[in-house]
């Protein structure tokens, strides 16, 4: 499970086209290695699943070439043992050279074959032309951005959830929340994160991205109860009833089950990207690896 806020602005006279906050939640036993450009393609970066008979799965990833997908598992109560393994749609988009809604467009074809899930896709282009802009803050500062009319051309995201029963579509610039459900489904929790990610971006558009990565990683962080949860209890029944309460809250903390990951990605005006991991050490501490990659769009 995990869930995701991100605010896509391809036409931004701010200094960014896409913030991003993410929380992988899994089992602490299911084995997976941290953010790192992969040895066998060095343009593509994520974390890897390495579950027996899964390596190689990812649930987020980014490429030089700016491509970007993200994955989450739709909540149900039972699932089928003979579906398609839902950890290689992440990165058979990162490495096909194909866009995003063409590529979910295909995957939808085959959506009755895998257990729930949403997947977002990402495709940005660049070619900057510097202009100066003011972002609206209480503090407000100068930045340095990129033409709206000119720099973005191009940049998509995309969403298909295959219970949706809905054809892949294209997202219109704006903020949204995507967690075990579809696509801005209001369960409290996501509403509530949703909330506190819109406030934080807005307080601190202007941060550079090393200080808006940690005002960020804060939310995600937030360990506030989100009850009563009926929505969600409906949908997952047996499967969520006794973390229920726990699994309410945006950072999810069990014996045996809980928030591992949490991921920041910024791409810039002028296509530069931070992408930013931090990895639980120990489950029940506070202890944790922080990674952070900056790197520029190959156009």
């Known amino acids: 499970m995990c869930i995701i806020f991100f605010h896509f602005n391809p036409n931004s006279s701010s200094a960014y086209r896409l913030i991003l906050a993410a929380n992988r939640d899994e089992f602490y036993s299911r084995p997976s290695k941290p953010a790192e450009f992969w040895t066998n393609n060095r343009s593509i970066l994520s974390g890897l699943d390495m579950e027996k008979g899964k390596e190689g799965g990812t649930w987020l990833g980014m490429s030089k070439k700016g491509k970007c997908a993200a994955l989450t598992n739709y909540l149900q109560s039972s699932s089928n043992m003979e579906g398609l393994g839902r950890g290689f749609l992440v990165p058979n988009f990162l490495t ?167 991921t920041i990605i910024l791409v810039d005006a002028e296509g530069h990207v931070t992408f930013t991991e931090r990895c639980l050490l120990e489950p029940g501490t506070t202890q944790w690896k922080l990674s952070s990659y900056q790197f520029d769009l190959e156009m």
């Open 96 to 262: 096909q050279d194909i866009d995003g809604l063409s590529y979910l467009k295909k995957i939808s074809l085959q959506g009755h074959l895998y257990n729930g899930f949403n997947l977002l896709t990402a495709d940005f282009r660049s070619g900057p032309k510097k202009l100066i802009y003011t972002c609206a803050s209480k503090v407000r500062r100068r930045v340095t951005c990129t033409s709206p009319k000119s720099s973005t051309k191009g940049d998509m995201m995309c969403y298909y959830g295959n219970k949706s029963h809905e054809e892949p579509r294209v997202l219109d610039p704006g903020i949204y929340g995507l967690c075990n459900s579809l696509l801005e489904t209001p369960w409290k929790k996501l509403v509530h994160g949703k909330k506190l990610f819109t406030e934080t971006i807005q307080k601190n558009c202007s941060l550079s991205p090393k200080n808006l990565t940690q005002e960020l990683l804060n939310v995600m962080t937030n360990e506030e109860i989100q009850l009563p949860a009926a929505d969600i209890e409906e949908q997952g029944q047996d499967f969520i009833r006794p973390i229920l309460k726990e699994f309410s809250a945006l950072f999810i903390r069990t014996p045996l089950y809980g928030t591992r990951t949490s």
